[in-house]
């Protein structure tokens, strides 16, 4: 029997059924909502959009300058900030939700404990079971 040190799992090679026994606290459910918010099509389709804005914005303001002519630096900051902005924003709500969940619905990220077998995956918890 060998034991994965990461994940401090026991793995018997001969068994059927490995069981795996989750507490999350607020800061590793943070890391895994900043992980998804990568992840998701959606976010990635609004990041692509605002960046394109913003370089559309950056190119318009060098091609037609005002009065006072054109600032290279006021110029190409959209570019870096627009992104830049959202992922705070982002992140801010991810904060949020992960002190809130950790907070008042902690049964939901604490003694979760997951049980593979050759039939698929059964997950146990306080709050809900599903398989």
Same mark, same amino acid.
């Given at each position: 029997? !060998? =034991? &994965?040190?990461?994940?401090? /799992?026991?793995?018997?090679?001969?068994?059927?059924?490995?069981?795996?026994?989750?507490? #999350?606290?607020?800061?590793?459910?943070?890391?895994?909502?900043?992980?998804?918010?990568?992840?998701?099509?959606?976010?990635?389709?609004?990041?692509?959009?605002?960046?394109?804005?913003?370089?559309?914005?950056?190119?318009?303001?060098?091609?037609?300058? !005002? =009065? &006072?002519?054109?600032?290279? /630096?006021?110029?190409?900051?959209?570019?870096?900030?627009?992104?830049?902005?959202?992922? #705070?924003?982002?992140?801010?709500?991810?904060?949020?939700?992960?002190?809130?969940?950790?907070?008042?619905?902690?049964?939901?990220?604490?003694?979760?404990?997951?049980?593979?077998?050759?039939?698929?995956?059964?997950?146990?918890?306080?709050?809900?079971?599903?398989?």
């Amino acid at each position: 029997m !060998g =034991k &994965n040190r990461k994940f401090g /799992l026991k793995i018997n090679s001969l068994r059927d059924t490995y069981t795996v026994t989750t507490d #999350l606290t607020w800061q590793q459910y943070f890391r895994l909502v900043l992980y998804n918010l990568v992840r998701t099509k959606a976010i990635r389709l609004i990041f692509s959009f605002v960046t394109c804005i913003a370089v559309l914005d950056s190119v318009l303001n060098i091609a037609v300058p !005002g =009065k &006072n002519g054109v600032n290279l /630096l006021e110029a190409l900051a959209p570019i870096m900030l627009a992104p830049l902005v959202l992922f #705070l924003f982002f992140s801010g709500l991810g904060l949020l939700s992960a002190v809130y969940v950790s907070k008042y619905k902690a049964q939901l990220i604490k003694g979760i404990t997951y049980k593979f077998t050759h039939w698929g995956m059964e997950r146990t918890g306080q709050a809900s079971d599903a398989s």
